[in-house]
Nanobody, 122 residues
């Protein structure tokens, strides 16, 4: 079973940027789909972005399109989320996730990290 460890969270001002990273304990190529989800205080966890093994499919939530970019490095067993133009409403715990297939529309996945907190101040 894959273990996922997120890093890169922190406090940033609105308009700033952060890059989240997710290290997988097993070859990411075995888990052809990797993704990021987030959960804001008092809200349900929601899909942010996903990426297939080749990087040819990268669905995004409408709320982050044009601001966030997901990428992966299969040689390093890493997945990244570049977050630009951050807004206070992006404040949440961000979770890395993995699975063997893309499952729209909610892109639910079976393997999860413990999360990293992103706080965007206004």
């Amino acid at each position: 079973q894959v273990q996922l460890v997120e890093s890169g969270g922190g406090l940033v001002q609105a308009g700033g940027s952060l890059r989240l990273a997710c290290a997988a304990s097993l070859r990411t190529s075995r888990y052809s789909v990797m993704g990021w989800f987030r959960q804001a205080p008092g809200k349900e966890r929601e899909f942010v972005a996903a990426i297939n093994w080749s990087g040819s499919l990268t669905p995004y939530a409408d709320s982050v399109k044009g601001r966030f970019t997901i990428s992966r490095d299969n040689a390093k067993n890493m997945v990244y989320l570049q977050m630009n133009s951050l807004k206070p409403e992006d404040t949440a715990v961000y979770y890395c996730a993995a699975d063997t297939a893309l499952r729209p529309p909610d892109y639910g996945m079976n393997y999860w990290g413990k999360g990293t907190l992103v706080t965007v101040s206004s």
